[in-house]
C-alpha cells in the first residue's frame, strides 16, 4: 500500500469513528471528551472528521434531557465554519439541514422563521439530490434532513428522507462499509418511529383499528438495537415499542431490568402514553386521562408533537359521552392532520422547484462551458466581453491569447486522446496560473483567452512569459513518451470600452509571436 493510499484509509477510518460516536452518544447524560480526536484531525488537516466530531458533539447535547443551548450553537457554528472550508455542496447542505432544524426547535426560545427554514432545507435536499454520489456525507446529510422534518412532525418527507439514505449508502465506497452499516441501523430505529407517530395520528383521528395494523407492522419489523443494554437510546426505542405494543392490542413487552434509571422525559412520557392507551380500550377513561396528562406533560420535545396531540385527545376523553366534546377533538385532529398535509405538499413542492432550478442552471452552464477543458467557451467570452464593455470601471484590463505550438503536428504523432489531454492540461494550467477573478475561456482548437481585470501591458506580459515557462516544464513525458509541448501568447491592454479592440490586437500579437519562433510573448505596437 503507498503512502497516500495509508493515508486516505487513516482518513476514512478515524471519519467512520466519528460518525460512529455521533450514533453512541445520543440521550447520553455525559458528553464526549472529543478533543484528544480533534486535535489529532487538525494535526493530519482533516477538516471532514474535524466536522463529524463537532457533529458528534452537537448529537449529544441535542439529544440531552437538559436544555443544551450553548453547546447546540457552539457545535452548529463549527460545524458551518468547517463546511465553509470544505467548500463541499454536500457538507454545507447537511449544515443548512441541521441549522434549520435548530432554529425550529424549542430551544431556540421562540425566534423562528419557519418559511426561511423550509426553504433552506428544500435547497439543501436538491443540492444533495444532485450531489457526487459516491459523497461519505450524503447519506448523513439526507438522514440530517430527514430529523429536521421530524422536528416539524412532517413524517412523510421524514420517511422520504430515510429513502435517500438508504440510497446514498448503496454508493458508498469500500472504505465506509462501516458507515453504511452505522447509517442503516439508525434509519432503521428512527423508520419504527415514524411509524409510532403516524399510529398515533390515526388513533387521534379515530381509526383505531388502522392505528393497530400500523403498529403491528413497526413492531414486526427487525429490531436493530439490543434490548437491556444500558443506554438512553435503548431505553427509548424500547419505550417506543411499549406504545406500539398498545396501540396494536398486544401484551405489554417484558421489560429488561435497567442499572440506572432513565434521564429523558420522553422515555418516562412514553411510558404513560402507553398505560392510557390499553385503559382506554378497556373503557376506563377516567384512569386513561389521568396517564395522558402525565405523558402530555412531558412530551414537550421535539420529534414527538404528533403523540402530544394523541396524548391530549385521550385527556380531553374524559367524558365520551357527551358527543360534542367527541366532534370537537375529532375536528381539532382532522385540522392537525390537514395542515401536517398542506406543509408536505408545500415541502415537497419546493423541493421539485428547486431541483428544477438546478437543472437549469446546469443547463445554461453547460451552454457557457466548453465541454471537454470545463473552461468557459465562446458564448461565455461574449458575455463577459458585453459585460465589460458596458462597465464604468477606470480600471485598465489586459487579454492574452494563447495557442498551442505545432498542435497538429502533435496529433498527427502521438493521436487525438493525446491531443486531448494537452488540450485539458494546458486549461488547468492556465486557470491554476492566472489570478483570482481572472477569465479563462477556451476559444476552440487549440486557441485559449485570458482576460486579466486591472492589468497593464508590463503585468500582462510577465504573466504571458510565466505561463509560456509553466507550460515548457510541466512534465509532459507522463502523458506520452517523448512528448513536447509549448505555447505562444499574443497580448494587449487597454480600457475596458475597447477590450473587443484588444482582442483583434492581441490576435495580432499572437500572429507575431508564431512568425517569430513560437513558445515566446509579442504584441502589435
Request: net charge negative; glycine share 6%; aromatic share 4%.
Amino acid at each position: 500500500m503507498t503512502r497516500r493510499n495509508e493515508e486516505n484509509s487513516a482518513r476514512a477510518n478515524a471519519f467512520v469513528d466519528a460518525y460512529r460516536q455521533a450514533s453512541a452518544v445520543q440521550f447520553q447524560s455525559q458528553p464526549p471528551d472529543l478533543r484528544a480526536q480533534l486535535t489529532d484531525a487538525e494535526t493530519h488537516g482533516w477538516p471532514d472528521v474535524e466536522y463529524m466530531l463537532h457533529y458528534a458533539a452537537y448529537c449529544h447535547a441535542a439529544t440531552s434531557a437538559l436544555p443544551q443551548a450553548a453547546r447546540i450553537a457552539a457545535a452548529v457554528d463549527q460545524m458551518r465554519k468547517l463546511a465553509d472550508r470544505l467548500g463541499d455542496p454536500v457538507v454545507g447542505a447537511m449544515t443548512t439541514a441541521i441549522e434549520a432544524r435548530v432554529r425550529g426547535s424549542a430551544l431556540n426560545d421562540g425566534d423562528v422563521n419557519l418559511e426561511q427554514d423550509e426553504v433552506d432545507l428544500a435547497h439543501a435536499i436538491a443540492r444533495l439530490d444532485d450531489a457526487d454520489p459516491e459523497s461519505p456525507f450524503r447519506g448523513i446529510a439526507f438522514f440530517a434532513c430527514a430529523i429536521a422534518y421530524a422536528q416539524s412532525a412532517a413524517v412523510q418527507l421524514e420517511v422520504d428522507m430515510y429513502d435517500r439514505v438508504e440510497a446514498a449508502n448503496h454508493n458508498l465506497p469500500d472504505q465506509y462499509h462501516e458507515l453504511r452499516t452505522i447509517t442503516l441501523r439508525e434509519v432503521a430505529q428512527n423508520r419504527v418511529s415514524a411509524l409510532l407517530d403516524l399510529a398515533c395520528e390515526q388513533a387521534e383521528l379515530g381509526n383505531r383499528d388502522e392505528a393497530a395494523k400500523m403498529a403491528a407492522e413497526a413492531l414486526d419489523r427487525p429490531l436493530v438495537r439490543v434490548l437491556g443494554a444500558c443506554s438512553e437510546a435503548i431505553d427509548r426505542q424500547l419505550a417506543e415499542l411499549q406504545v406500539l405494543s398498545a396501540l396494536a392490542r398486544r401484551p405489554p413487552l417484558l421489560r429488561p431490568p435497567t442499572t440506572h434509571p432513565s434521564q429523558h422525559p420522553g422515555i418516562a412520557a412514553f411510558e404513560h402514553l402507553a398505560t392510557a392507551i390499553r385503559l382506554t380500550d378497556s373503557g376506563q377513561s377516567e384512569a386513561a386521562a389521568d396517564a395522558a396528562l402525565q405523558a402530555g406533560e412531558e412530551l414537550q420535545g421535539e420529534m414527538i408533537r404528533t403523540m402530544h396531540g394523541y396524548a391530549l385527545s385521550i385527556a380531553a376523553r374524559r367524558h365520551p359521552q357527551d358527543p360534542l366534546i367527541e366532534q370537537y377533538i375529532h375536528t381539532l385532529a382532522e385540522d392537525r392532520r390537514h395542515a401536517r398535509q398542506r406543509l408536505i405538499g408545500a415541502a415537497r413542492a419546493r423541493i421539485q422547484a428547486e431541483s428544477v432550478r438546478i437543472e437549469n442552471a446546469k443547463l445554461t452552464e453547460r451552454a457557457f462551458s466548453d465541454e471537454l477543458t470545463g473552461l468557459g467557451n465562446r458564448h461565455a467570452l461574449a458575455r463577459h466581453l458585453g459585460a465589460i464593455a458596458r462597465s464604468v470601471s477606470p480600471d485598465v484590463v489586459a487579454v492574452l491569447l494563447v495557442d498551442i505550438d505545432e498542435f497538429k503536428a502533435i496529433n498527427d504523432a502521438f493521436g487525438h486522446l493525446v491531443g486531448d489531454e494537452v488540450l485539458r492540461r494546458v486549461g488547468r494550467l492556465l486557470d491554476g496560473h492566472v489570478r483570482a477573478g481572472d477569465v479563462v475561456v477556451r476559444l476552440g482548437g487549440d486557441e485559449f483567452v485570458v482576460v486579466a481585470h486591472g492589468a497593464g501591458t508590463e503585468q500582462a506580459i510577465t504573466s504571458a512569459q510565466r505561463l509560456i515557462e509553466v507550460a515548457a516544464d510541466a512534465g509532459w513525458s507522463e502523458v506520452a513518451e517523448g512528448l513536447r509541448v509549448g505555447i505562444s501568447v499574443g497580448v494587449s491592454a487597454g480600457h475596458p470600452a475597447d477590450v473587443h479592440s484588444l482582442i483583434d490586437q492581441a490576435d495580432q500579437g499572437l500572429y507575431r509571436a508564431k512568425q517569430s519562433g513560437r513558445g515566446r510573448v509579442a504584441m502589435i505596437d
